[in-house]
């Protein structure tokens, strides 16, 4: 727990006042009442089936329950909303200020389908498939605060706060493949030729493609308190059933119109985590020659192109109601294209 020290004359150091004084997300401060050890039950069931004899087809269900999980954010605030003249007096200890503490209240669930479709090296091609149908759901602080920090509108109440959580992503995608081109003496395909063999032949190439759901996230108000409880998370107010602008883009892609601060003394009327960001998309390839050397040496040459399109998947817009830049994307969810050339001698 956190405290001051107040300089005296003399260079003495006296305590503060009160140990309780210290706000912020440093603060330190745990709630010992309510304060246990976490636990999660989780569980998994699969099966496989080969599909001749180099493809095997896996189907799993993935599920998991996390209970006391760690949970701060903005406490000892007013319970329900009133007169921010008179917060204070209606805060649980009001010798404390409004602060950030954690307690053991946080919850989460996930369940999943997961389907893999994965073939052996066959004819020098080697690949897998992979799709997972997901989701996750939690009552604040995604991740242990990594996924999108601890916004929790309703600190007495986290069932409130329930919904999506910071990195779900409901579809993933991902397919890998590496193919040895069958041009070579002993492959498929020979010039018959030993030197022209030896030019055109031990090629390999591979990629892999990744496509997945956008994050969620949520439009939050900048005058912060509106509901008069001396948190300083509040959400903006839904008006429009479509959050989204009409033809969608990073100058506009969310709709002004379609949110609104919160009368006063009332809390925002939007779900946590209720909106998403564009999907992501990406292909990376590679492009790999070995040069024999002898029996027992290879020079291997390599060229890797990352986003091999150059394509631009946009980030989070600016999601603070009343921002200059509201509604408007200014970062990426990826980078712009990379090329990386390697070698390394194998023996």
């Known amino acids: 727990m956190g405290g001051t020290f107040n300089k005296g004359s003399g260079d003495i150091a006296y305590p503060a006042a009160s140990p309780f004084l210290s706000t912020g997300f440093v603060s330190g401060y745990v709630d010992p009442s309510d304060y246990k050890m976490p636990y999660s039950d989780q569980w998994n069931v699969g099966i496989e089936q080969g599909l001749g004899s180099n493809i095997v087809l896996s189907l799993?269900?993935?599920?998991?329950?996390?209970?006391?999980?760690?949970?701060?954010?903005?406490?000892?605030?007013?319970?329900?909303?009133?007169?921010?003249?008179?917060?204070?007096?209606?805060?649980?200890?009001?010798?404390?200020?409004?602060?950030?503490?954690?307690?053991?209240?946080?919850?989460?669930?996930?369940?999943?389908?997961?389907?893999?479709?994965?073939?052996?090296?066959?004819?020098?091609?080697?690949?897998?498939?992979?799709?997972?149908?997901?989701?996750?759901?939690?009552?604040?602080?995604?991740?242990?605060?990594?996924?999108?920090?601890?916004?929790?509108?309703?600190?007495?109440?986290?069932?409130?706060?329930?919904?999506?959580s910071g990195f779900d992503l409901p579809n993933i995608f991902s397919g890998s493949f590496v193919y040895d081109i069958p041009v070579a003496a002993g492959k498929s395909f020979s010039t018959h030729r030993r030197a022209l063999d030896y030019v055109i032949g031990n090629w390999q190439v591979g990629g892999i493609l990744t496509l997945h759901s956008g994050s969620p996230f949520d439009v939050t108000v900048t005058n912060g308190d509106t509901a008069g409880t001396g948190n300083v998370v509040e959400r903006a107010n839904l008006l429009l059933s479509d959050a989204y602008a009409s033809g969608?883009?990073?100058?506009?892609?969310?709709?002004?119109?379609?949110?609104?601060?919160?009368?006063?003394?009332?809390?925002?009327?939007?779900?946590?985590?209720?909106?998403?960001?564009?999907?992501?998309?990406?292909?990376?390839?590679?492009?790999?020659?070995?040069?024999?050397?002898?029996?027992?040496?290879?020079?291997?040459?390599?060229?890797?192109?990352?986003?091999?399109?150059n394509s631009v998947v946009f980030g989070?817009?600016?999601?603070?109601?009343?921002?200059?830049?509201?509604?408007?994307?200014?970062?990426?969810?990826?980078?712009?294209?990379?090329?990386?050339?390697?070698?390394?001698?194998?023996?």
């Open 248 to 309: 969608q883009g990073p100058l506009v892609y969310l709709n002004p119109a379609a949110f609104g601060v919160p009368p006063l003394k009332t809390y925002g009327n939007l779900g946590r985590n209720s909106l998403r960001t564009p999907s992501f998309h990406n292909l990376d390839l590679s492009l790999t020659r070995r040069f024999p050397i002898k029996e027992h040496a290879n020079l291997e040459f390599r060229a890797d192109v990352f986003n091999v399109s």
């Open 316 to 347: 989070q817009p600016n999601s603070t109601l009343g921002n200059a830049n509201f509604g408007v994307i200014t970062s990426t969810a990826n980078t712009e294209r990379q090329i990386q050339f390697s070698m390394k001698l194998l023996f």
């Open 60 to 164: 799993s269900y993935v599920g998991s329950h996390d209970l006391r999980l760690n949970q701060g954010g903005q406490a000892n605030t007013d319970p329900t909303p009133g007169p921010v003249a008179t917060e204070a007096m209606r805060q649980p200890y009001p010798y404390i200020p409004a602060t950030f503490y954690d307690r053991s209240v946080g919850q989460s669930k996930y369940n999943s389908f997961q389907f893999r479709l994965r073939q052996r090296a066959s004819r020098g091609l080697t690949y897998i498939i992979s799709y997972t149908r997901s989701k996750s759901m939690d009552t604040g602080c995604s991740g242990s605060f990594g996924a999108e920090g601890c916004e929790t509108q309703f600190p007495y109440d986290t069932n409130k706060d329930r919904s999506v």
